[in-house]
């Protein structure tokens, strides 16, 4: 059985697009996720994020 945990993969994304210096990262998204978001960008650890919702793939595409 495999086990994964969201909120690490989310958070590794983000470090791992911070230190290869991309402008954007792509992530899928949840409701959690969302809030996340949106505590990051207010206490500044990312500069903006847009929700995606195309072809029933939702994700999430943040900025730094």
């Known amino acids: 059985m495999s086990m994964t945990d969201p909120i690490a993969d989310y958070c590794t994304r983000i470090r791992n697009g911070y230190s290869s210096k991309k402008r954007w990262i792509d992530i899928p ?31 999430i595409l943040e900025s730094f």
Not at 29 to 45: D, N, W
């Open 29 to 59: 998204s949840s409701e959690l996720k969302k809030r996340i978001s949106l505590v990051l960008k207010e206490e500044g650890y990312i500069d903006n994020f847009v929700f995606v919702n195309k072809e029933s793939k939702k994700k």
